[in-house]
T-cell receptor, first 111, second 116 residues
Framework: EDQVTQSPEALRLQEGESSSLNCSYTVSGLRGLFWYRQDPGKGPEFLFT???AGEEKEKERLKATLTKKESFLHITAPKPEDSATYLC????????????FGTGTQLKVEL | DAGVIQSPRHEVTEMGQEVTLRCKPISGHDYLFWYRQTMMRGLELLIY????????DSGMPEDRFSAKMPNASFSTLKIQPSEPRDSAVYFCASRRDRVVQWTEAFFGQGTRLTVV
């Protein structure tokens, strides 16, 4: 069965304390892996798409990487405004347009 | 563009009542998705449309749920009769089709449904 697992479930960081969020997947065939950010009371907001192992994408303090089994979202020197829930999702070969989401990592960055 | 627009933002209804959620996708987008988000199960795809045609409704939990897309700018998700376990946040999302690579979906702000 195709599975997407995110860890940790929750993470508390001090401002400036870099860390990584993990998204591991067990799927039959991957067409793409997506990272979204979700703020309380809002819909998910797109961050990155990764298509193949070894690929990396960067945006401000965030960098996403992909291997054959997992993806990492690295947060460098985070700020309080980076506090949000980060969701990863996979698009499977033969899965049409269905995105399968993980349950997310709730990140809180404190001063 | 104003983005994906959902209404209402909040809905409180009594068990057994009919509930209709509405969505206006981004203009020019070919795909429309309905998701449900709960603490226990996260984001789950209910149904999606391509060019107003339902493609995959395997995520629709029961016959009490139905969705329509009468034109490219409007879709509804209806629950009849509603039950307390339907309480969740319902999201609509849309995306533009591209041949080369899969493009990202844009989500609306969601409708928080509470069935009492």
């Amino acid at each position: 069965e195709d599975q997407v697992t995110q860890s940790p479930e929750a993470l508390r960081l001090q401002e400036g304390e870099s860390s990584s969020l993990n998204c591991s997947y067990t799927v039959s065939g991957l067409r793409g892996l997506f990272w979204y950010r979700q703020d309380p009371g809002k819909g998910p907001e797109f961050l990155f798409t990764l298509y193949s192992a070894g690929e990396e994408k960067e945006k401000e303090r965030l960098k996403a990487t992909l291997t054959k089994k997992e993806s990492f979202l690295h947060i460098t020197a985070p700020k309080p405004e980076d506090s949000a829930t980060y969701l990863c999702a996979v698009l499977l070969t033969g899965g049409g347009n269905k995105l399968t989401f993980g349950t997310g990592t709730q990140l809180k960055v404190e001063l | 563009d104003a983005g994906v627009i959902q209404s209402p933002r909040h809905e409180v209804t009594e068990m057994g009542q009919e509930v209709t959620l509405r969505c206006k996708p981004i203009s020019g987008h070919d795909y429309l998705f309905w998701y449900r988000q709960t603490m226990m199960r996260g984001l789950e795809l209910l149904i999606y449309f391509n060019n107003n045609v339902p493609i995959d409704d395997s995520g629709m939990p029961e016959d009490r749920f139905s969705a329509k897309m009468p034109n490219a700018s409007f879709s509804t998700l209806k629950i009849q009769p509603s039950e307390p376990r339907d309480s969740a946040v319902y999201f609509c999302a849309s995306r533009r089709d591209r041949v080369v690579q899969w493009t990202e979906a844009f989500f609306g702000q969601g409708t928080r449904l509470t069935v009492v």
